[in-house]
Every structure is written in structure tokens, then in C-alpha cells.
């Protein structure tokens, strides 16, 4: 609000500055219908900006002037010598009342009333003299100024340009032997440089409220001019983005908050009727994702109709019925983008003013941005731009393949890798490669044959992190890191959806800034968990992957791999032992530390490090204290199941029996689990499956329990598990369900278990599988 | 009478509007684009600015420019700076315009990128207007 104010207070010194000669032409000539068109829009912009900023002094005295005025162009009223004196009586006293709130000075209202009053006299001469001017407040520096970009942009590319000069003259001066007294000169210019540069970027970044502080207004007014009760919230405002994109997304924006209150949200009778609240909800949330700006518009209406879309097309000739009937609905729906076409068959005040979601995905895909729909037909609508922080500062990362650089934003990297040495395996796996960090399998991309720029294997491994999944990508070398001002590429530069932009570095050769997940999309990636899947659809009874690795006891053990997140080194110091249990310190917070023998620990903390095993079920985290990493192994099918604590059986291994460390022990606690029935099958259902499947499983096949995502048409499963929040369809099929929930509260519901409690499960499935009759 | 600058591509005489034409520069260095479209000749820096250089014989579906040609027309196309290569520039002149004389259309890139054409000297100069030459994303097509 503070910002909006000074803003305002810095517009009408301006607009004031502006008028003052028209305000002298004006008293000279009160017919001149250009001046009174000049300062009736001066009145009415400082009305319109104090209803917003509360300012209910400057509002009533400027309506009041905006009335008068309003008469006069309308031909109601002769602008006379009186209207002139009590108009401009009141400009000055806005005038004075500006500069009070700029020094923070309240001045004395008494009369202002009399000064309204002055403009409703008609050809009488006013009693009250034009306000003197108040003396004696002493003018406030402005502490902004406001800027044309253009003249930033200058400002940018001059500074671009001093770089370029300054390197070049570095160049030539190292051609001939440097005095040193030229060297301190030159390092002192180029400090400098630096730091100018670093100040004039920032002068072009600005939050994101400034793109959202308008829409609180105008959400109000527009849901007040159709009638409706909207509720808008407003998250991640302060989320840097460039000036310059701000501006370019302001309009999108507006038209889709208007449209989501026009067509999207229903009048209030109508949300009742569907038994939603009367108040519908808009939602605008900023969030930086990677190398990209999300902004999400959601709300809580009627969503598309896009039944109603396929026929508009059809009737404005957009497409013909035939191409329409082979439509699947999200081509529908993305119909929207058409020109030419509105959802609603009347056009209305608001929305309606040709402007469509054509001309807002223009704009978006002009700066380089995405947009798309998530419509739930009756309950809402969310709306996702995605932009690139290009035109902004970025930190990156300057890699060598070949003999070209790319700059890829620093923040989708997690780590690199040198391809040397025992932390790395390439293996080829079908038609692509899988890199192996640590234990960790990663898909791999090679950056120099995939952009057809050189042969040769890669000696570092970058792993790009994306929202898909990460990547192993395979480069020459990483050079150094570097803040750059990333700009976008050219469309046909763009559109191969491998860059995300470029840049001008201090080199002065121009650069590309990769698009990681651009890259994986474009090379056909498929992530961890789409491999796996892949190879049980070939293999139904493939065995499960393993981490083989050296307890701190020396006894070799595995965990699935599916369990593992990674595997690192801690410090001692990290390692903390409170009311008899061990926790790591991982990023500022703790986790569970689970070990296998305590004094084997506390031999392995003597040394200083421990390696961990960072294990995680998506959602919680603890660690397993271990003396080494081994390999991957596959378990096989047959596990012996073991009766005591974490150790979820034993399996042979090459010959060697190993202990197989049952992750779900560590989520819980460890427990003693019951001998269940033989033979049952269980069907994983629902949203939790992929969980159930991944961390169920193994327990339940080692209590005697078969496992099936999909019920068989042959055989009902004898139980059901679902996720509690699941909703469960009771026509699938008769089979008893046993919920699990995700915390331990929710256990004491009937009927529902929580779901690391091992022993719990075993025995409910159990009696159900005794009452299921089998 | 409006304003062209005369060029010669792959030994055609070629006419720009002038007031399509930002300069005219003989570029430096290009760092290439891999995977673009073909007509991408690659990015190279001009003052502080980056510009897409545009193989020009390329956009009109001729053979390679050779790599040693640096010679540049400027322009500039929603927002972005492209460089299009060019074999030599002659001179600004003023011309008539003509429509182009009507022949079957061809789907030949050179009578795509035309918009009409101009006589010098009795020699005809066709008309290329830029924006037509600059290379779209594939990808927009979809």
C-alpha cells in the first residue's frame, strides 16, 4: 500500500506540474473546452485513485469537481469565472493536501466544505478566495522516481557494452607486458563494471505484487458490476520477476480474472442450488519453478462447458462439424485459444470486448511463456502460465560440449559429477543410458551427439533436476558459473523447445541457456519410475532391485532401491542422540537415524564420517546408517520372511545369504509382525497403489499374501486396500476394504489402519481373509 | 516513391524495403544453434545485442550460404533482431513498385517470400519482404 501511495503522490505532482499551464490558459479562456477537458481528467483520476487508496478528503473534494465539470462538458452549465475560481480552488487544494501526505503533514479541513460549496454558486462572486497555498510544509524529496524501460534497456545494453569494451582493452593490454600500476587501474575498472552492472539488472527485477496488487479492485468491482460474490486470494507475491514481463503478463492476467468472474464463477442463487458456498473462490498463486515463473489461476465455478465450445467453433466456421466430431475434449477444450471465440452466446460488458484467450495465449507466447487448462467441468477452472525468468538475472552454469558453451540455470542443477572413478556407471539399457550415482539410477542424456555437435563419451555427468524427474545430462566439462541476463530467442530459435533463452556473457559470443526439461522431453526421457514400471510389464515376476551394501556391523545386507533417495556422507557433528534415539541433521531439520549395532556406530562416528542412506516414502524421511554402498542387485522372488525387527527376510543372493532391511520398519519404528493366512489375493487400489506397490508389497508377499494392481476378471481379490482420502467405488467389486491412513490419528477410525503399523495390517487382513471365506 | 535497398542472393537482384531494413553490417563470429531449423545460421552478437543469423538462400530453399559470407541486412521482427545474409549490397534507391507478373504459382519459396518487383536499369529486382524470409517454428504449425 505504502508503494501505491508514493506512486500516487508521485503522479499527481506530475499531472499537477502538467496542468499548471493549462490551469492559467483555462482561467483566461473559461469556454476553452481542451482545458476543461484536461483538468476534468485530472479531477477524475485523482477520484478514481482515492477510492482505492482511502483517501476520502481528496475523494470527496475531487467528485465534487468531477460533478461540476461533468455539467459543464455536457453543456449544463456555462464554465463562467466562478466555476473556474471554485474548480481551480479545489485543484489547489488537492495540491496541498498531496504534499501534506507526502511530508505526513495533516492539514486543517475545515473549509472544505466551503470550497465544494463554492462550485454549486452560480454567477455570484465567490466569497471564499482561492486557498492560499499552503506555506510553510516544505516540499519532501521524492524517494522514486519513475522510469521509462526503454531508458533501462538503454542503460542495459550501454552497460553491455562497457564490458565488451573492458575486455577488449584487458585483451590488448595482456598482449604487451603490463606495468602493474595499468594491471590495479584495469582491476579497479573492471570491479567496478561489475558492480554497475550488477546495480542496473536489478534496477529492471520487480515483485510480482506489483503485477498482483491491482486485481484485489478490480476483482471487487468486476464481481460487484455482474452481481456475484467472489473471494480472491493472493499467494507468492514475492516472487522476482523482470519489469518488463510484468508489464506483458498484466494483460493476460486481467482478462483471465475477469473471465473466470464473468464465465467461470456462478451467481449466488446458482452456487447454492449446487450446494457450493455463495462466495466463489479465485485463487492467484506465483511460484518460481526451476527456470520458470508458475502463475495459477484457480477457481472454484461452472469450468468450460466443452460441449458448448465444439459448437461455437462450429457455428462461427472455425472448424467444420466433421473435424469437430473427431475431436478428443482436451482438443476441445483447447478451442478456447481460437480466435473468434467466446464461451458465452451474449457478449457482456465485461469480458466480452473481443478480446479472447487468443490474444491472451498470443501475448503469453510472445514472451516465450506456456499456458494451459486444467478444466473440471462444474467445479472450476485452473489456469497455468508458465514463463521463462528470462529477461531477468540468472545464476547459471557454463558447460563445454564440443567446442560450444551452454549456460544451464543454476538452480535445476543437484550436483555433478566426474564420469571417473567408482561413484559413476554408464550401462546402456535397450536404446538409451542409465547413469548410476552412487547407487542412484538416473536416465542419461549426452549432450554432444543429441545435438549432433560432437562424438565422444562425457566426462561429467550435470543431473538436471526437472518436474518430471531427473536426468543424468553428459557434457565436456564445467566451466565456471555466471550470472547472465537471459533474454528470449528468436521463435525459430524457441520452437525447438530446447533453449530457454539467451545470453550475452562477459565473452561477448553469444550463449544459449538450455532448457532442462525441454532437453529430457525432446530426447524422449523416461524417468526412474517409468523404467521400472517398464521392466515388470516385460517381466511380471522380475525380481525388485536392491542396494547391496556393508552394515556398520561388516554383515552384508540390501534395501530395495525404491525406498533409497540417496545416499551421502554425514558428519559426526550431525549426528544427535536424544531420549535414547539417534537423529541426522539434514538441512536445518532432523530425521530418524536407524542402525544396526550401537557400538559399531559409535566406532564408525570416532572417524569423523558415516555414509547414510537417505530413505524416503514420498512423503517422510529417515536415514540408515551404513559402513558402505556395494551395488545393485536384484532381489529374488523368494524371501524367507524373518520374524524379528527390520530385517524383512532373507534372500541368496550369489550364493550368499544376505538380510533384506524392510524400509517400512524404519517409518515406524520396528515392530514384531504376526504370521498372516496363506494364499490371499490383495488388490492395491486407488490413488495410494503406486505407495502400496512400492512399499506393501514386499511385507505383504513375505506374510503369504499375493499382490494385484488390477482386479483379474478370474479370480476376486479377497481384500481391497485403498488410501483412506480414496474414494471407494462399491461396484467394483464385493471384496471387504481395509483402509490405511496417513498419519497415525487418523487410526482410531473403525475399519482403518495406519499404515506402518506392520502388525496391525498383517492381522486385519488376516481376519478378513478368514471371513472372506477362503 | 518508396525507398529499397539492392542486394544480390545467389545472383538474383533483390530489393528490400527500406523501411524494413534496421542496418546493414558485416557480422562477427556466429555460434550455432543446434537442432534449429537449417535456415538458422546460428547467434552472433551485435554491440550489445544478440541476432539470429538468417541463411537466406537457406529461407528461400537454395543451397547453403557459403560459411566465409558475413555480409548482413538488419532487421528487426517482433521484437527480435535477425541478421540475413546476403552475397553483396549495392545501393538505395527509389523505385516504382510493379505487382509481380502473373505466372502459375509455383511452390517455390522465392514466390512466397516476393511482394512484387522492380525494374533498374531495365533489369528486374524482386521485391523481398523480410518478415517472410525469417524462419517460423515448426512447432507453431501443430
Given at each position: 500500500m505504502d508503494d501505491l501511495l508514493q506512486e500516487f503522490i508521485a503522479e499527481t505532482r506530475e499531472t499537477l506540474e502538467a496542468l499548471s499551464s493549462e490551469v492559467v490558459a483555462w482561467e483566461a479562456a473559461p469556454g476553452d473546452r481542451a482545458r476543461l477537458d484536461a483538468i476534468f481528467r485530472f479531477v477524475h483520476t485523482v477520484k478514481g485513485s482515492c477510492g482505492f487508496l482511502d483517501l476520502p478528503r481528496l475523494a470527496r473534494l475531487s467528485h465534487a469537481a468531477e460533478d461540476v465539470l461533468a455539467d459543464a462538458r455536457d453543456g449544463k452549465r456555462m464554465p463562467d469565472t466562478a466555476l473556474v475560481d471554485a474548480v481551480l480552488a479545489i485543484v489547489d487544494r488537492i495540491g496541498a493536501i498531496v504534499e501534506g501526505i507526502a511530508a505526513n503533514v495533516t492539514l486543517d479541513d475545515s473549509d472544505d466544505e466551503a470550497l465544494i460549496a463554492a462550485l454549486t454558486r452560480v454567477e455570484e462572486?465567490?466569497?471564499?478566495?482561492?486557498?492560499?497555498?499552503?506555506?510553510?510544509?516544505?516540499?519532501?524529496?521524492?524517494?522514486?522516481?519513475?522510469?521509462?524501460?526503454?531508458l533501462l534497456d538503454r542503460m542495459m545494453s550501454g552497460m553491455s557494452d562497457m564490458v565488451l569494451a573492458r575486455n577488449e582493452l584487458a585483451r590488448r593490454l595482456r598482449d604487451d607486458v603490463l606495468d602493474p600500476r595499468v594491471e590495479a587501474a584495469l582491476d579497479q575498472l573492471s570491479l567496478t563494471v561489475a558492480d554497475m552492472r550488477d546495480t542496473v539488472t536489478r534496477t529492471r527485477m520487480q515483485k510480482v505484487d506489483a503485477l498482483f496488487s491491482a486485481l484485489p479492485r478490480m476483482v471487487r468491482d468486476t464481481a460487484a458490476e455482474l452481481g456475484k460474490a467472489v473471494s480472491l486470494r493472493i499467494e507468492g507475491s514475492d516472487v522476482d520477476l523482470d519489469r518488463e514481463m510484468i508489464e506483458m503478463m498484466r494483460d493476460p492476467l486481467v482478462h483471465i480474472i475477469r473471465n473466470a468472474i464473468d464465465h467461470g464463477i456462478e451467481t449466488p442463487a446458482r452456487r447454492r442450488s449446487l450446494g457450493k458456498a455463495p462466495t466463489g473462490q479465485i485463487r492467484v498463486t506465483a511460484r518460481q519453478s526451476g527456470n520458470q515463473i508458475l502463475i495459477e489461476i484457480e477457481d472454484d465455478g461452472a469450468g468450460i462447458d466443452v460441449a458448448r465450445i465444439a459448437a461455437k467453433a462450429v457455428a462461427n466456421d472455425v472448424r467444420s462439424a466433421a473435424e469437430v466430431a473427431g475431436m478428443t475434449p482436451a482438443d476441445k477444450l483447447r478451442l478456447v485459444f481460437e480466435p473468434g471465440l467466446s464461451s458465452r452466446d451474449t457478449v457482456s460488458a465485461v469480458s466480452g470486448r473481443g478480446v479472447g484467450m487468443d490474444v491472451v495465449r498470443a501475448n503469453i507466447e510472445h514472451v516465450g511463456g506456456r499456458i494451459a487448462l486444467d478444466n473440471r467441468p462444474g467445479r472450476g477452472l485452473t489456469i497455468t502460465i508458465q514463463v521463462p525468468l528470462t529477461l531477468s538475472i540468472m545464476s547459471t552454469l557454463i558447460v563445454a560440449v564440443a567446442d560450444q558453451r551452454f549456460a544451464i540455470a543454476r538452480q535445476t542443477i543437484e550436483e555433478i559429477v566426474k564420469v571417473r572413478g567408482d561413484q559413476v556407471r554408464i550401462d546402456p539399457v535397450g536404446d538409451i543410458k542409465v547413469a548410476t550415482v552412487r547407487g542412484r539410477r538416473l536416465p542419461m542424456l549426452a549432450l554432444a551427439p543429441f545435438l549432433a555437435i560432437g562424438e565422444g563419451e562425457p566426462t561429467t555427468l550435470v543431473i538436471v533436476s526437472t518436474r518430471e524427474g531427473d536426468y543424468a545430462l553428459g557434457v565436456d566439462d564445467v566451466l565456471d558459473t555466471e550470472e547472465v541476463v537471459v533474454k528470449p530467442a528468436a521463435p525459430a530459435v524457441m520452437g525447438t523447445g530446447l533453449y530457454a533463452g539467451q545470453t550475452l556473457p562477459d565473452s561477448g559470443m553469444p550463449m544459449l541457456l538450455l532448457d532442462g526439461g525441454g532437453l529430457a522431453l525432446a530426447a524422449g526421457l523416461r524417468f526412474q519410475q517409468d523404467i521400472i514400471a517398464a521392466t515388470e510389464a516385460l517381466a511380471p515376476d522380475a525380481a525388485n532391485p536392491a542396494l547391496l551394501f556393508e552394515d556398520l556391523d561388516g554383515a552384508r545386507r540390501a534395501i530395495p532401491l525404491g525406498a533409497i533417495d540417496r545416499v551421502e556422507k554425514a558428519s559426526a557433528e550431525a549426528i544427535h542422540r536424544s531420549g535414547g534415539r539417534t537423529r541426522l541433521v539434514v538441512d536445518g531439520a532432523t530425521i530418524p537415524l536407524h542402525h544396526g549395532d550401537a557400538a559399531a556406530l559409535d566406532r564408525a562416528l570416532a572417524r569423523g564420517t558415516i555414509e547414510v542412506l537417505r530413505l524416503t516414502d514420498g512423503e517422510a524421511e529417515c536415514a540408515y546408517a551404513i559402513g558402505g554402498a556395494l551395488e545393485i542387485i536384484q532381489l529374488p522372488a523368494d524371501i524367507s520372511p524373518a520374524a524379528d525387527g527390520p530385517v524383512l527376510g532373507v534372500a541368496?543372493?550369489?550364493?550368499?545369504?544376505?538380510?533384506?532391511?524392510?524400509?517400512?520398519?524404519?517409518?515406524?519404528?520396528?515392530?514384531?509382525?504376526?504370521?498372516?493366512?496363506?494364499a490371499p489375493l490383495c488388490l492395491l487400489d486407488g490413488a495410494g497403489a503406486a505407495w502400496m506397490d512400492r512399499f506393501l508389497r514386499p511385507v505383504l508377499e513375505a506374510h503369504g499374501y499375493r499382490c494385484t494392481l488390477r482386479p483379474d476378471g478370474d479370480e476376486a481379490p479377497a481384500v481391497r486396500l485403498v488410501m483412506d482420502e480414496d474414494a471407494v467405488a462399491a461396484d467394483r467389486s464385493d471384496?471387504?476394504?481395509?483402509?490405511?491412513?496417513?498419519?497415525r490419528e487418523g487410526a482410531c477410525e473403525p475399519g482403518s489402519i495406519y499404515r506402518y503399523d506392520r502388525s496391525a495390517l498383517i492381522a486385519a487382513l488376516a481376519g478378513h481373509a478368514r471371513r472372506g471365506g477362503r | 516513391m518508396p525507398l529499397f535497398l539492392i542486394a544480390c542472393i545467389a545472383g538474383q537482384g533483390v530489393a528490400f524495403d527500406a523501411d524494413q531494413v534496421d542496418s546493414v553490417v558485416d557480422i562477427g563470429e556466429i555460434v550455432a544453434v543446434p537442432r534449429a531449423d537449417p535456415s538458422v545460421r546460428g547467434l552472433t552478437a551485435l554491440r550489445s545485442r544478440v541476432v539470429t543469423v538468417v541463411d537466406t538462400r537457406r529461407s528461400l530453399g537454395l543451397e547453403p550460404t557459403a560459411p566465409h559470407v558475413r555480409r548482413a541486412v538488419i532487421t528487426q521482427q517482433d521484437g527480435h533482431y535477425y541478421a540475413m545474409l546476403v552475397d553483396a549490397l549495392d545501393d538505395i534507391e527509389t523505385f516504382e513498385t510493379r505487382s509481380m507478373p502473373l505466372v502459375a504459382p509455383k511452390e517455390d519459396?522465392?514466390?512466397?517470400?516476393?511482394?512484387?518487383?522492380?525494374?533498374?536499369?531495365?533489369?528486374p529486382l524482386l521485391i523481398l519482404d523480410l518478415a517472410k524470409l525469417v524462419p517460423q517454428p515448426a512447432a507453431m504449425l501443430a
Open positions: 462572486v465567490v466569497a471564499t478566495a482561492p486557498a492560499p497555498r499552503v506555506a510553510g510544509t516544505p516540499r519532501t524529496a521524492p524517494r522514486s522516481i519513475r522510469l521509462n524501460v526503454d541368496v543372493c550369489e550364493g550368499r545369504a544376505i538380510e533384506i532391511l524392510d524400509p517400512l520398519a524404519f517409518f515406524l519404528d520396528s515392530d514384531v509382525p504376526d504370521h498372516g493366512e496363506a471384496a471387504p476394504v481395509l483402509r490405511l491412513c496417513r498419519d | 519459396r522465392w514466390s512466397r517470400a516476393a511482394d512484387g518487383m522492380v525494374f533498374r536499369n531495365g533489369e
